[in-house]
């Protein structure tokens, strides 16, 4: 009896250990994810060094900067010719830097390639060059680092350009909503400065692997003779056997977003994890979204906000019809498959963060998986604090008047007096008095008011010349913007981008 008791007593000792060390693995594996960030970046980075105390990446020296600029604002053709000549004849710790703009800039009359280079021909030829999409596919290691001027779609345009290794994206603020773009554009001489001296925070945003595969079906080997039920006739052919064969990938920094497209029938998708089934998705679409797209399409759908250093992918549907599918998140580790059924009534269409627009047939489908290529964007503070910031500049969460507290009732109710009229020691009467006051006090206010509109000018004056002093050395282009109303960006179309990587591949 005694020995049973022994044996009992070691077994839940083993089981407990067992217990600890799983706990101990599972608390170290934390730890490694809370570091990811950094070690990431030492693989990604190689001319820079990391000071691992702050979690910093800065280079020794950078060589290469490539400006994206939003096309079809012409308002942003002059602010990246003014950051390009702030690169080439300002900056005094980018002596050495070699600056990209997109290429077609160069016939851009507001952007005025041809007086920049009358005017610095030797830094021009030294340090101002320009980029395309064939450039990005082919060396996308050539550039340091990457700077933005858009809004959240022009962020996304630069993770369409690479689809491979991303260099650390540093976006300002010039677009609408700006969730994604946390720089103010006036400022930026000095957080560049402050990048290149001093480093920068690294926030490594997860992207999805989306490989979409099509239908195909070819003959077998085998022969088989198919004959009719009454055995009067027969017919002696190949069978057919049906296949996939994976025609492109995509990596998407926000969603991949499967609708039904022009058809008028609601989508029907078979959804896989893992290669088991988890539901058919009877809706006007599914989107496919990372932690960082979880602000885009997905909570437009009622999906959950998700903060960008949790390792997920979210299912959202889009108008399902039922009132239990509720959107969903899986580990990023989750191998996910979205297929077209053969028995669906009509097609389905897919968009890689709104670009590259295909459509999926009966027995198409696409596989999405974690993608091993990040998306380095460059923080304000830390990627917290940025994101929480966002969430209630762009998306005022959870904004509301802060309720009263009793007390702060009750004693505004105390304070509470008539308002009576003042007294008139004069032989006039109360109403006459009263008049006399509203007059005085519309006067004040007249008065006051047009103080105000010549304070207000004169300041805008004063920022106005500030600004011609800062802008110096622009002094030598004295024609009018007016004449180049329709000088706009045109960008880069899909097909542009897609034909480049097919170029590089080939």
């Known amino acids: 009896m005694e020995f049973q008791q022994l044996v009992n007593s070691l077994q839940t000792q083993s089981s407990t250990l067992h217990t600890d060390r799983l706990s101990d693995t599972a608390e170290a594996v934390r730890q490694v994810s809370k570091n990811i960030e950094e070690e990431s970046v030492i693989l990604y980075i190689q001319s820079c060094t990391i000071n691992s105390g ?25 602010m990246t010719r003014k950051l390009a000549l702030w690169f080439l004849t300002t900056s005094k710790t980018c002596q050495e830097v070699k600056v990209f703009v997109d290429e077609k800039l160069k016939v851009s009359k507001r952007f005025k390639y041809e007086k920049i280079v009358a005017h610095y021909p030797q830094e021009v030829q030294q340090k101002l060059s320009f980029w395309t999409p064939l450039l990005c596919a082919n060396q996308p290691h050539l550039f340091d680092f990457v700077i933005t001027l858009g809004g959240d779609g022009t962020v996304l345009f630069a993770s369409w350009l690479f689809q491979s290794y991303v260099p650390p994206v540093i976006p300002f603020h010039l677009g609408s909503l700006g969730f994604l773009t946390p720089f103010d554009f006036e400022d930026f001489d000095i957080y560049l400065k402050e990048f290149i001296d001093s480093g920068m925070r690294v926030n490594l945003r997860s992207r999805l692997s989306c490989t979409v595969y099509r239908h195909q079906q070819r003959p077998t080997t085998n022969q088989k003779q198919l004959c009719c039920d009454q055995g009067n006739t027969c017919y002696c052919g190949n069978a057919m056997e049906t296949t996939a064969v994976p025609a492109e990938t995509y990596q998407v920094i926000n969603d991949l977003v499967i609708d039904r497209g022009p058809s008028p ?10 290669d088991m089934h988890l539901t058919t998705v009877q809706a006007d679409g599914l989107a496919i979204s990372t ?13 959950s ?39 669906s009534r009509s097609t389905a269409w897919a968009s890689f963060d709104g670009r590259g627009r295909i459509e999926l047939r009966q027995g198409d489908y696409i596989k999405v998986n974690a993608s091993k290529y990040s998306f380095p964007t460059v923080c304000k ?5 940025d994101w929480f910031n966002s969430l209630s500049t762009c998306l005022h969460w959870n904004k509301r008047t802060t309720q009263k507290s009793f007390a702060i009732v009750e004693s505004s109710r105390r304070k509470i007096t008539p308002i009576t009229p003042t007294t008139n020691h004069h032989f006039t009467s109360s109403k006459d008095s009263l008049s006399d006051q509203m007059f005085t ?66």
């Open 291 to 303: 932690p960082t797209g979880s602000t885009a399409y997905s909570l437009s759908a009622h999906g």
């Open 305 to 343: 906000l998700t903060h960008p250093g949790i390792h997920a992918t979210l299912i959202t549907p889009i108008c399902p019809h039922t009132l239990s599918f509720r959107p969903t998140l899986v580990p990023d580790s989750m191998e996910l498959r979205i297929c077209v059924p053969y028995h």
């Open 381 to 385: 503070k830390d990627p917290t604090t």
């Open 441 to 506: 006090i519309l006067t004040d206010n007249k008065e006051t008011y047009f103080m105000n509109q010549q304070q207000q000018q004169q300041q805008q004056q004063q920022q106005q010349q500030q600004q011609q002093q800062q802008s110096s050395f622009f002094i030598y282009d004295d024609s009018s913007s007016s004449d180049n109303d329709d000088d706009t960006l045109q960008g880069w179309a899909d097909e542009e981008i897609i034909k480049a990587r097919t170029y590089i591949f080939e």
């Open 54 to 78: 702050k979690s910093k990446l800065q280079w020794d020296q950078p060589r290469n900067v490539m400006i994206i600029t939003k096309p079809g604002d012409v308002s942003l053709i002059n």
């Open 265 to 274: 029938y609601m989508s029907l998708l078979e959804l896989f994890g893992d």
